[in-house]
């Protein structure tokens, strides 16, 4: 079946602008996260949604960051006035236990 | 929180040499799951392995969970193996997953 899927592929912004990325997880998985990869940090957990219950916020690092996710499945990361710091890649990941994370391709973000 | 540590961080190999990966955590986890990250970033599921032994082709794994390590094997490597393999463990199936930082692999033909 298809798997996770993110679009846009690729975003260039200019800083302080919005951006939105979104995310479409595989059918019937429960289980939705948002992960981000920089070159310092490595792979960092960011937002965790699971069905309807409230969202597991801890890994956000700043108010500038907000995610939803519309009817238990597409879910969409916001990232307001973005600064250079927030370049990196943004991976979206569903699962359904006991199977384990399914990762998209991501969406490469550079802020200019 | 958990800590998640891989090596060696850096592996060149010779087209089709064996290699052995490992991963340690700090802490139970219920959850243990190996990637494969290509040349194009994207993240490959190899393993999901909270305990025991799996194999799939040329490559298996094995988890001790109580001993909190896990390893993956590769044998007879290819260079479309080469990439970043990655470690990730959560404490429970449906939680958040925390990434080691990877094993650098280069298979060289």
């Known amino acids: 079946g298809a798997g996770v899927s993110q679009s846009p592929s690729n975003k260039v912004t200019e800083k302080g602008k919005d951006v939105e990325l979104r995310c479409d997880p595989i059918s019937g998985h429960t289980a939705l996260y948002w992960y981000r990869q920089s070159l310092g940090q490595g792979l960092e957990f960011l937002i965790y949604?699971?069905?309807?219950?409230?969202?597991?916020k801890s890994g956000l690092p700043s108010d500038r960051f907000s995610a939803e996710r519309t009817g238990g499945s597409v879910s969409t990361l916001t990232i307001q006035r973005t600064q250079q710091e927030d370049s990196a890649v943004y991976l979206c990941?569903?699962?359904?236990?006991?199977?384990?994370?399914?990762f998209g391709p991501g969406t490469r973000l550079l802020v200019l | 929180g958990i800590q998640v540590e891989q090596s060696p961080p850096d592996l060149i190999l010779q087209e089709g040499a064996n290699s052995t990966l490992r991963c340690n955590f700090s802490d139970s986890v219920n959850n243990l799951q190996w990637f494969h990250q290509n040349p194009w970033g994207q993240l490959i599921n190899l393993f999901y392995?909270?305990?025991g032994t799996k194999q799939n082709g040329r490559l298996s794994a094995t988890t001790v969970a109580t001993e909190r390590y896990s390893l993956l094997y590769i044998s007879s490597s290819q260079t479309t193996d080469s990439g970043v393999y990655f470690c990730?463990?959560?404490?429970?199936?449906?939680?958040?997953?925390?990434f080691g930082k990877g094993t650098r692999l280069s298979v060289i033909a």
């Open positions: 392995i909270p305990s």
């Open positions: 949604f699971q069905g309807n219950s409230a969202p597991d």
């Open positions: 990941a569903s699962s359904s236990f006991p199977e384990g994370q399914y």
């Open positions: 990730a463990v959560g404490p429970s199936g449906n939680t958040p997953l925390v």
